[in-house]
């Protein structure tokens, strides 16, 4: 479908973090491939006048995610350590939100909109419409938008701009599915214009 950018949308970029790309504490395979078409993105919003968000995994030492503390996940996103920078490739428009999350050491946070301050700046901003696209697909992606979803923002999916975890193959698949199921909509680069 052709998607033509309106004042009420807002970009969201989602853990593009050095940790989840090839090489990092918790690598997403191929993660670092959504790099590029996110810059793409940043750079239409950006033409558009429109706001570019960006959430980071912001985790302290005893963060409940991490096998360490009980949780599933090796140590990974540490509050300042390198793991956690975003991607050096990134390029953020001069004007960028970034919003830490999962950063109360008893609360997992694989939404962008669990205890932070993203649901409240986009409403001050009028925004309903939410893109969302980065790492990973089958958890902080999934969470974020059906997080939106049930927040009743209309969420475009980036669906060239997603990578998954795949701990069990098919989680990526079966959460595209899901997200589409509860009414997200899937779209690729090719179909988004805006008319500036
Ligand atoms: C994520 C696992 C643990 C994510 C964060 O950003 O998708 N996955 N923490
Ligand atoms: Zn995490």
Not at 74 to 88: E, I, R, T, W, Y
Not at 96 to 104: E, L, M, Q, T, Y
Request: aromatic share 10%; hydrophobic share 40%.
């Amino acid at each position: 479908m052709r998607v033509a950018l309106t004042p009420f949308d807002a970009l969201i970029v989602v853990d593009i973090q050095k940790d989840f790309c090839p090489g990092g504490a918790l690598p997403v395979s191929e993660g670092d491939k959504v790099v590029e078409p996110l810059n793409n993105y940043m750079d239409m919003f950006k033409k558009a006048g429109l706001p570019v968000f960006a959430t980071r995994d912001w985790h302290p030492e005893e963060h409940i995610s991490f096998s360490i503390n009980g949780g599933l996940w090796p140590v990974h996103c540490l509050q300042n350590s390198d793991g956690a920078k975003f991607h050096d490739d990134l390029q953020f428009p001069s004007e960028i939100f970034i919003i830490n999350k999962g950063d109360s050491p008893e609360l997992e946070a694989y939404s962008g909109f669990q205890g932070t301050v993203l649901d409240a700046l986009l409403k001050e901003r009028g925004v309903r419409r939410i893109f969302v696209g980065g790492l990973a697909t089958d958890y902080c992606v999934k969470n974020t938008v059906i997080g939106g979803l049930n927040l009743g923002y209309v969420v475009f999916l980036l669906s060239d701009a997603i990578r998954a975890v795949d701990i069990k193959r098919g989680d990526g698949e079966n959460s595209i599915f899901e997200m589409l199921e509860r009414g997200a909509i899937g779209i690729t680069w090719e179909e988004v214009s805006y008319g500036g």
